[in-house]
């Protein structure tokens, strides 16, 4: 399994448009929420750095898609918060469509980690979000942030509300999310983050490994087949004397 999977990450491309995002190729995990949710925060504390992501300075302002390099050759996306006021409408629209194509069409995608504060459960943005993404059968993890704010008791009630309210919004894609308690400043939540990321990476590399392999294979025997026979004299088949 692939161990502290969002360490070493190196920033590589902002993209504001479809046109601008790379071509898919290796596996992409992305991190969604909402302005002021703490996203940059659990980033940060998973990339085990102090300024790979950035907190804006006007939430909601930055409209485009952040991509990090992560060390065995995967894509951390970091996508714009929303649901900030302050975004003129035109510019929000463009957003949430850009990040619902995004999020239902982007075939390297493998996982969605959504970020929520613990305090206010999921919005009808995260709502929306969800809905995007998990009819595609792929895994969300929600990380449920801010935990350092309440007490244990009420942390216990929080990430439950948070998984029976994904529960109630879709019931047949339930067994796809994990929600788990989160912390970036006292930590909780990292380990348990990490294995959940490093699992899914884990088994794409490993998929994807298989089906290169398969490819050359394949590839080889096409190869050997469409090569030219010996000009040497044709031998027919044996007679018995």
């Known amino acids: 399994m692939v161990k502290h999977p969002l360490q070493q990450a190196v920033f590589i491309v902002t993209a504001a448009s479809d046109e601008q995002l790379p071509p898919s190729g290796p596996p992409e ?11 940059s925060s659990a980033i940060n504390a998973l990339a085990n750095q ?31 918060g929303y649901g900030y006021a302050a975004v003129p409408k035109q510019l929000k629209y463009h957003w949430q469509a850009f990040l619902g194509r995004y999020l239902a069409t982007r075939q390297a995608l493998v996982g969605l980690a959504l970020v929520v504060d613990a305090r206010h459960g999921l919005g009808e943005l995260d ?13 969300v993890l929600i990380l449920a942030t801010k935990m350092d704010k309440l007490t244990p008791s009420a942390q216990r009630v929080a990430a439950s509300a948070i998984e029976r309210a994904a529960a109630s919004a879709h019931p047949a894609h339930a067994t796809q999310v994990t929600v788990i308690p989160f912390s970036a400043t006292r930590r ?3 380990e348990q983050a990490e294995t959940l990321i490093g699992e899914w990476l884990d088994v794409t590399v490993e998929s994807i490994a298989a089906q290169v392999a398969q490819d050359r ?9 469409k090569a030219p026979r010996s000009r040497g004299v044709s031998r027919g088949p044996k007679r018995l004397a």
């Open 188 to 190: 909780i939540g990292i």
């Open 217 to 225: 294979g394949a590839a080889a025997q096409e190869s050997k087949e």
């Open 127 to 139: 709502l929306q979000v969800l809905d995007s993404f998990l009819p595609s059968g792929r895994p």
């Open 29 to 39: 995990v992305a991190f969604a929420g909402r302005s002021n949710a703490g996203k």
């Open 50 to 80: 102090t300024r790979l992501a950035f907190t804006s300075k006007m939430p909601g302002r930055t409209q485009q898609i952040n991509l990090f390099r992560l060390r065995n050759g995967a894509l951390l996306a970091d996508l714009p």
